[in-house]
Nanobody, 126 residues
Framework: QVQLVESGGGLVQAGGSLRLSCAAS??????????MAWFRQAPGKEREFVAA????????YYATSVEGRFTITRDNAKNTVYLQMNSLKSEDAAVYYC?????????????????WGQGAQVTVSS
């Protein structure tokens, strides 16, 4: 079983930047194939896909709403996944969840992710 812990959330002004981190424990990325993703959920809305990265980081995929502003990366040696968020907008405010699936490839569906973090709050002030 993999445990995921997000960090780096907080309050930022519109147009600003934040970097979220997701640290994994229980399994080692370098030997345990896990594709990773970020999802988010705003109050009163369903959880939505934000970005995903394949096991070795060769493939990434983004939701249209964040493409060009957010970047997902991973450091398998550190068992950590990152989400760099730039040019933040008020509509980006949400709880951001890190998720992992036991597979090398990307999925945009939350149904295929079996490990989840507790979430990190991102608040964007206008």
């Amino acid at each position: 079983q993999v445990q995921l812990v997000e960090s780096g959330g907080g309050l930022v002004q519109a147009g600003g930047s934040l970097r979220l981190s997701c640290a994994a424990s229980g399994r080692t990325f370098s030997t345990y194939p896990m594709a990773m993703a970020w999802f988010r959920q705003a109050p009163g809305k369903e959880r939505e896909f934000v970005a995903a990265i394949s096991w070795i980081g060769s493939s990434t995929y983004y939701a249209t709403s964040v493409e060009g502003r957010f970047t997902i990366t991973r450091d398998n040696a550190k068992n950590t996944v990152y989400l760099q968020m730039n040019s933040l907008k008020s509509e980006d405010a949400a709880v951001y969840y890190c998720a992992g699936r036991q597979d090398m490839g990307i999925s945009t569906s939350s149904l295929f992710y079996t490990s989840w973090g507790q979430g990190a709050q991102v608040t964007v002030s206008s």
